[in-house]
């Protein structure tokens, strides 16, 4: 009668606790002691069931903030990503070397490409280990030989210039040394900072050669000046003297050789005074045949002397060019005067010009073809290329510049210079200037 009164009471829904329906009903002992093992097993279970809300929501609070956590954990290492690429990719584009020795056993920790290709060897990739710095191998000897000029040095926290050998060349390095440590203090390894300044030292040697050289140009401007009036004094009483005295006999002889000579030394003073101090030319109608002919009288001793025979077939119908005659005249003058240099004695030198209606560069311009011939003993293969540069000759008593004086001349007039030559049979040097009404607009052009 008791159970079924119980079991009515929690069909009942809307009895809200069966314990208080118990506790009203007159039951037995061992009832009773069912109905509180009910109670404390209510109780227990209503307290693990709050434990278990608590413990889902904990759990919840932990996932969110356990994802929260991993969302700024991925964030972080794409940041340090980013950075360390970054810095990757600025350290392989730094244009100075960078390599980095380990404090503990000497090995290179970190050799960037530049660092490579001055040392001249291929390290595996960035901050990876190395092997030792001065183990076998030509990578190890180069580390060696640069560890061993670096100390030679001995110049701690300053920047040293070293010479090393690498990929077969002598090259010179700058290279600067600093400690990397920790933010104890603690020493991690050694930083090196290299350069390779091989072309830069280069440039300074070019540089300072070129400071001497306009120095002695200057002084050799100073010196040309104040050679070429005594030479003109020389060459004037050498020919007041040679008028005075019979032309067959020694002293008329003697005096002739030194007005020949005067005139020479003048001419070097030319070639000279223009090379270090090139004048602007004066344009204006130039008849180029009567120059020819006054560079031939004024060289007519020499060619006798020298019994050198002269051929002119000067034939071209527009002479006139424009142009500054006396450097013209200097032009000419030093290619008849090389032509000599060339035939010691007794050859044959041709002077010769032509119209042309189109210039070497392919304009179509009037103008006039000069060529000057000799049978003297010819120009290698390997020296054309290069008769035209300062100071370069083979002739033991030349200067190197009449030459380049004339290619100088040549390019100030908006000409053309060729030569042609072959060994023991001769040199002709061709040169094609523009006419006179036409010099103008060709300049235009070539400017």
């Given at each position: ?25 007159e ?8 109905i ?12 693990l ?13 932990l ?15 794409r ?11 600025i ?18 920790t ?6 490579q ?10 901050g990876?280990r ?19 000029a670096?100390?030679?040095?001995d ?20 290279a ?8 104890g ?10 350069r ?5 030292k ?20 100073e010196?040309?000046h ?6 003109g ?9 040679e ?7 020694d002293?008329g ?17 030319s070639?000279?005074?223009?090379f270090?101090n090139?004048l ?10 009567d120059l ?8 007519e ?5 020298r ?13 006139l ?5 006396e ?6 003058l ?28 392919g304009?179509?311009c ?5 060529r000057?011939?000799?049978?003297g003993?010819?120009?290698?293969a390997e020296?054309?290329?290069?008769i ?8 033991k008593n030349?200067t ?6 004339v290619h100088?001349?040549i ?11 072959r060994v023991n049979?001769?040199t002709?040097?061709?040169i ?8 103008q607009a ?6």
């Open positions: 009668m008791a159970a079924t009164t119980i079991n009515a009471a929690y069909r009942d829904e809307s009895v809200p606790d069966p314990a208080n329906v118990l506790a009203d009903v039951c037995s002992p061992d009832t009773k002691q069912l509180d093992a009910f109670q404390v097993f209510s109780q227990a279970s209503n307290s069931e709050a434990a278990f809300r608590q413990l889902q929501a904990r759990t919840r609070h996932s969110e903030e356990l994802a929260a956590k991993n969302r700024q954990l991925k964030k972080s290492l940041e340090r990503e980013i950075v360390r690429n970054h810095l990757r990719r350290l392989e584009s730094l244009p100075c070397g960078v390599v980095v020795q380990d404090a503990d056993d000497g090995r290179i970190l050799c960037n490409p530049v660092a290709q001055i040392l001249g060897f291929t390290a595996a990739g960035g990876k190395r092997g030792a710095a001065c183990g076998p191998g030509p990578q190890g000897r180069v580390m060696a030989e640069y560890f061993a670096l100390q030679a040095a110049c701690p926290g300053a920047e040293v210039e070293i010479p090393l050998v690498t990929s077969g060349a002598l090259r010179t390095l700058a600067s040394v600093t400690p990397l440590t920790d933010a203090g603690r020493r991690l390894g050694t930083l090196h900072i290299l390779d300044i091989t072309e830069m280069s440039l300074q040697e070019q540089n300072q050669r070129g400071e001497r050289l306009a120095a002695m140009g200057e002084m050799a401007v010196l040309a104040e050679i070429r009036n005594p030479l004094s020389i060459e004037l009483f050498a020919s007041l003297l008028k005075e005295l019979s032309p067959g006999s002293l002889r003697w005096a002739e050789n030194i007005r020949i000579g005067s005139r020479s030394l003048n001419n070097i003073v070639n000279m005074l223009h270090a090139p602007s030319p004066a344009f204006q109608e130039v008849h180029l045949h020819a002919d006054e560079v031939l009288r004024f060289t001793p020499i060619l006798r002397q019994e050198v025979r002269v051929e002119r077939a000067l034939e071209g119908s527009r002479p060019v424009s142009g500054d005659r450097l013209l005249k200097q032009m000419l030093n290619l008849v005067l090389n032509s000599l240099q060339a035939m010691p004695a007794q050859g044959s030198l041709r002077l010769a010009t032509c119209d042309v209606t189109t210039l070497p560069g304009a179509s009037p103008g006039l073809e000069l000057v011939e000799d049978t003993l010819g120009i290698p020296n054309l290329d290069r035209f540069d300062p100071f370069f000759t083979t002739n030349g190197g510049l009449g030459l380049s004086v100088q001349i390019e100030q007039h908006s000409g053309f210079i060729r030569v042609e030559s049979a001769g002709v040097f061709i094609v200037l523009p006419s006179a009404p036409a010099a060709c300049r235009e052009i070539a400017s």
